[in-house]
């Protein structure tokens, strides 16, 4: 079974996130640049679908150079090649320019699944797995947190608000995880000195076949207009009990209707 | 030089760190403390299968190595979480055995024993065929006492092997009854000498590079845990307030902060500069002026822990001080600072 996983690079949920004044996209000098977390969870079912029916693993990512980074991270945990699609022309691109240039290097790669994180830590449109299905005329099979392969088909656990919903679905097709599914593998010294040797293959717009006027920053559907930072959380008020503290404070949940 | 890790190296080293953070060490150290063996022997599991020996282990043996900048990357962050266990024993043991199975490739490797001993070469290579792949796949857990500089055996009851090199002989031993240390992660053995392995004087040269291999293993433990101690010192520093200020903002405290990220910033290159010097007869020198700067800074970084923190810091529920007795206990292991100085001064008046 050849299956790809998509992986995103994003900055460290542990840093300060910013945008960058000029053009509004991400500052990614701002923060590191480390593996999306779903991205994990998303390589390790790859990894495991793999071991129980064979096949080979590919590695998707779109982003700077320094994306290398988290194909290295996945190639470290047992993937066994990659494709980095990184050209200037794709920076900005919004969650439909991204899906666009996904799905054209999937149909140039070849798949019988597709495998993504439900969504990133520094977006969170968790839109991509829908959109590459749609684009790829595939089925999806979203926001699953147990995958079954079998002849030509596959079954999943969708996560639902009230508990889950059994999905199947015939093979090609697209499938989001979510962190229930597994447990990912820390990459071993062995499996980060062999993905040195791993292939990885760079493609730019014109390469992966990508119709330039559907991306980049100029192109993008949504766009950002301003930004502001957070303002600081207000000091909260102080009670001070002199027997009368609960009365207070219950005056105080009224004044705000929360009682 | 070049100290900077490369790509590899810095992932390997975060991977252990993103792992260790998970097992909780502290927890590990306590059931260690309590007499349970099975916590500690379950990370080592987790460890191993993540390398942690694979740089001390040649590729013919199921390992990786010998690569002492990736050995010294793993004791960092081993030392950085304070994990329990003969780590720097088993490391030195791989080396040991490296030379005397003929891995290294070096003159003399597989000849112990040629002077009619008890075991021939074959019996020192039969020794590291059964116990180098375990080594690296963390089934073998190794305590090995190198008098003078390791006088005891650490942690005997976690180990699968207890050797001893006495002059020219390897042998195995009978561990006596158990010294508590001040550190409660660890035990150490008084031995008693038993069935001789390996004879000759290969074995003395093995066991000289064994003796840098741990003395190299533990400096870089110290520098994770020296840098673990000031980092908990400084975020401690920020927080706590007195008289309505961080009493990090006072010049006494910010003074013995700056001393401690001085002296594990000269230890840190030392350390690397004696990874790189493996294989050169500039090792024994480049080690011990890694262990004597290694230790002295992470004592300092755990006095000044101590200081800062106050009383919460020798406050047994609270896990500093698990890593301040710690850096105390490693101190002194593998040869004091001042053992230490005395190598560097003897290398140089050699030299």
């Known amino acids: 079974m050849n299956i790809v996983v998509c992986v995103k690079q994003v900055p460290d949920t542990a840093t300060e996130r910013k945008l960058r004044s000029d053009d509004k996209t991400l500052d990614r000098d701002a923060a590191d640049g480390v593996i999306n977390e779903l991205c994990e969870y998303a390589v390790e079912e790859a990894l495991l679908l793999k071991e129980a029916h064979g096949g080979e693993v590919t590695v998707l990512t779109m982003g700077p150079d320094k994306a290398s980074d988290t194909i290295r991270k996945a190639l470290a945990m047992g993937a066994d090649k990659a494709v980095h699609l990184v050209d200037d022309a794709l920076h900005g691109s919004d969650a439909l320019g991204t899906s666009h240039a996904m799905a054209q290097a999937l149909k140039k790669i070849g798949f019988d699944l597709v495998i993504l994180g439900s969504e990133s830590t520094d977006a969170r449109t968790g839109v991509l797995a829908a959109m590459l299905a749609e684009r790829l005329g595939v089925p999806q099979l979203t926001f699953a947190k147990k995958v079954e392969v079998g002849k030509g088909t596959i079954t999943v656990q969708r996560v639902t608000d009230y508990g889950y919903d059994k999905v199947e679905a015939s093979l090609p097709a697209v499938v989001s995880v979510v962190e229930k599914i597994n447990e990912p593998r820390y990459p071993s010294f062995k499996g980060i000195m062999a993905a040195k040797k791993k292939p990885v293959e760079k493609l730019g717009v014109a390469d992966a076949g990508i119709d330039a006027s559907q991306v980049g920053l100029a192109n993008s559907w949504s766009e950002v207009v301003d930004f502001a930072a957070a303002p600081p959380r207000a000091a909260g008020t102080i009670v001070k009990d002199e027997g009368d503290g609960g009365a207070k404070a219950a005056e105080f949940l009224a004044s705000k209707k929360f009682v | ?351």
């Open chain 2, 1 to 351: 030089m070049k100290f900077i890790l490369d790509a590899e190296q810095r992932l390997f080293g975060e991977t252990l760190h993103r792992l260790l953070d998970g097992a909780g060490t502290p927890g590990v150290i306590r059931s260690r403390a309590a007499g349970e063996p099975e916590p500690v022997r379950s990370l080592w599991r987790a460890l191993a299968g993540a390398g942690v020996f694979a740089p001390a282990v040649p590729e013919a043996a199921g390992g990786a190595g010998p690569l002492p900048v990736e050995l010294v990357t793993a004791f960092h962050e081993l030392g950085r979480h304070a994990v329990p266990g003969p780590l720097a024993e088993t490391a030195a043991a791989a080396e040991l055995l490296t030379r005397l199975g003929g891995f290294s490739g070096s003159g003399g490797a597989g000849r112990a024993g040629d002077e009619s001993g008890t075991a021939g070469a074959a019996g020192a290579g039969g020794l590291a065929a059964e116990w180098l792949p375990r080594i690296a796949e963390g089934t073998a857990a190794v305590s090995l006492v190198l008098p003078p500089a390791v006088p005891y055996a650490l942690d005997a009851d976690l180990a699968d092997a207890v050797w001893l090199v006495d002059g020219d002989r390897l042998c195995e031993t009978v561990p006596g009854a158990a010294r508590s240390s001040l550190d409660p992660g660890r035990r150490l053995f008084p031995v008693r000498v038993g069935t001789v392995l390996a004879r000759g004087p290969a074995v003395r040269a093995a066991a000289r590079a064994a003796g840098d291999v741990g003395a190299l293993a533990c400096a870089a433990q110290l520098v994770g845990l020296g840098r673990r101690l000031l980092e908990a010192t400084v975020a401690y520093a920020a927080a706590r307030h007195q008289f309505g200020r961080p009493i990090g903002s006072f010049q006494a405290v910010k003074h013995r902060l700056a001393d401690v990220l001085v002296a594990l910033e000269y230890a840190r290159p030392l350390v690397h500069g004696a990874a790189l010097a493996y294989g050169s007869p500039d090792l024994p020198r480049d080690v011990s002026a890694a262990k004597a700067a290694a230790s002295e800074a992470a004592y300092a970084a755990a006095r000044t822990a101590l200081q800062v923190h106050g009383a919460i810091a020798y406050t047994d529920e609270y896990d500093l001080g698990l890593w301040i007795r710690r850096a105390r206990a490693l101190r002194t292991a593998w040869g004091s600072p001042a053992d230490h100085r005395a190598r560097v001064m003897s290398c140089l008046a050699e030299s």
